[in-house]
């Protein structure tokens, strides 16, 4: 019989597989990656996603519509990320994705592809199909900040975000200080 082995990241789960943490969960593995990345002096960077026409939908159309609807974007994230990545859930209305060795511009890429994935998204109510309004707010980072500072910065860029010019949905929090690392991995042939 195999050992399996408890570490997340060298053992990644295929995308239908990704299970979205609870907020408990959440806070323990981005204090895990933030122990990680300041261990190993490597980045990491936490995106935010926020459907902002949630209340809206519980309103007109039931509380149960937003709750398939983030469950149906929870599923559909994991298409978007790397099998590493992990997204949980740290209150109502919001995901968060905890990106590991990921820098400002990584992360950056990752979030417009998440949020290029949500704008697909239609959501049937009351015999309309609407588009999900959604925002990210990225953060990446830094020395002697904790989770609940990180969680902070995302929320803030994400409000920041909702409010961008013609519909971006993207904002970053604080300036990029920390570079991207070498290529890692067996050099082409010459």
């Known amino acids: 019989m ?3 082995n408890p570490n ?6 295929p995308p239908e597989q990704i299970v979205c943490l609870s907020a408990p969960a959440l806070r323990a593995r981005m204090e895990e990656e933030i122990n990680r990345a300041g261990r190993h002096g490597t ?10 026409n949630l ?7 039931g509380s149960e519509l937003p709750e398939q609807t983030l469950a149906y974007v929870a599923k559909a994230l994991p298409r978007q990320l790397r099998r590493f990545d992990r997204i949980g859930k740290p209150s109502e209305g919001e ?3 905890v990106l590991p060795g990921a820098d400002g511009p990584r992360g950056e890429i990752v979030a417009r592809r998440v949020l290029d994935r949500m704008r697909t998204i239609k959501v049937e109510a009351g015999g309309a199909r609407q588009p999900l309004r959604v925002s990210v ?9 904790g989770s609940e500072e990180m969680l902070a910065r995302t929320r803030t860029a994400a409000q920041r975000g909702a409010g961008g010019d013609a519909g971006e949905g993207i904002a970053i929090a604080g300036p990029l200080q920390i570079g991207s690392p070498p290529a890692l991995g067996r050099p082409g042939p010459s």
């Open 95 to 97: 995901l968060l994705v």
């Open 43 to 52: 980045p990491l960077s936490f995106l935010l996603v926020v459907i902002d």
């Open 55 to 61: 209340e809206e939908l519980s309103r007109d159309h």
């Open 8 to 13: 997340p990241r060298s053992n990644p789960l």
């Open 2 to 4: 195999a050992a399996s």
């Open 137 to 145: 707010g990225l953060a990446t980072w830094q020395e002697d900040l």
